[in-house]
């Protein structure tokens, strides 16, 4: 399968088992490899050429689980303004996901730490962070 074509943007397939077996919840911090459309250098013969660009941030949330149209929203703070993006699961833009911190929230959606303060909310799940790996070390 060499991918589908929409316009002139060719896309790549989606692997969709493995990301369907991707484990990230809200609270974890994740970075997404996202493909941009790169305007300054165009590629020889009029293609368009792709940059990947990373973002990296706390999952607030997931919607529609495993479904086709699942998304999950991700925020971080840039020069002390919040950004947050939605991402769709699937979609073919996305180059990789990864997984940079676990951690343990009470709750399936964070949107209370709009409001927050970074730091509050850092120390918050740092806490339960380090919980989980004191447990870890005195198990073994």
Do not use: C, W
């Not at 919040?82 to 997984?99: A, N």
Request: glycine share 8%; proline share 3%.
């Amino acid at each position: 399968m060499t991918g589908n074509k929409i316009g002139n943007i060719k896309l790549s397939p989606v692997d969709m088992e493995a990301r369907a077996k991707l484990d990230f919840r809200a609270g974890d911090v994740v970075r997404v490899s996202s493909k941009i459309l790169d305007e300054k250098s165009p590629a020889k013969g009029g293609a368009s050429k792709y940059r990947l660009q990373a973002f990296e941030g706390m999952v607030l949330g997931r919607k529609h689980g495993k479904e086709i149209g699942a998304t999950f929203t991700v925020r971080k703070v840039a020069s002390g303004v919040g950004v947050e993006r939605i991402f769709p699961l699937y979609s073919p833009m996305i180059d990789k996901i990864e997984t940079t911190k676990k951690s343990h929230a009470k709750r399936s959606k964070l949107y209370y730490i709009r409001t927050k303060a970074v730091k509050d909310v850092r120390r918050k799940m740092r806490s339960s962070t380090l919980d989980t790996e004191t447990e870890e070390k005195v198990a073994e």
